[in-house]
């Protein structure tokens, strides 16, 4: 059997896809307030403009490719038993091969109905006031919001501490719940953070093994990935 591979991904690694990040741009998301647009208030305030917002977001995502990084990851399958936990919301990873991946902030390709969370469809053109789900409710992005429970922290929670290694990659660990799921980790386990700015959170900072590599996504993965494919 295979080693146990998780990578925590971030928005990183979709930059290079062309997909804009918010984190440094003074809280503002292509000239929105982020709590404007991805809060549960922000819905309940004025659910037209986060409908509009998450329409231009997944226009765009439909406009993009994965990239290296992306297929890199893929590559690894190869060796390891993969599972990405990704707190990015495009399917980049999903269209670049990988089979094991968990979304804790949702999917812009897919809507949600706003009365009965288990409805789930589908969802590649705009979301307008009016469209409904099947029980006459109006439709939501499928996306978890600020002030909004994340579903699926504990099964990703389980692959951490199953792993036998663990990537962070395109995230800065700032964002909870998901910058605590390095806390999970076995003792020991190695993990290796790539990001051009690496920012230690109290949790990756207390990681016995932990190596940083400071460069963008694409080519810290092209470094690690015939390091750790020559260990198998």
Known sequence: MNPKLVVLSGAGISAESGIKTFRDAGGLWEGFDVMDVASISGWNNNPGLVLDFYNQRRRQLLQCNPNKAHFILKDF?????VCIVTQNVDDLHERAG?????????ELLKSQSTI????????????LPGDLCEKASQLRPYIVWFGEEVPLISLA?????????????GTSLQVYPAAGLISFAKKYTPIYYIDPKPSLNFEISRQQNLEIIPEIASVG????????TQLI
């Open 77 to 81: 399958e190869n060796f390891f038993d």
């Open 116 to 127: 009965d969370p288990t409805l789930i469809y589908t969802c590649t053109k705009d979301i």
């Open 157 to 169: 929670a389980q692959k951490v501490s199953e792993a036998e290694l663990v990537i962070v990659v």
């Open 221 to 228: 993965l092209s470094m690690l990935y015939p390091r750790l």
């Open 98 to 106: 990988n089979k094991q991946i968990i979304h804790l902030h949702g």
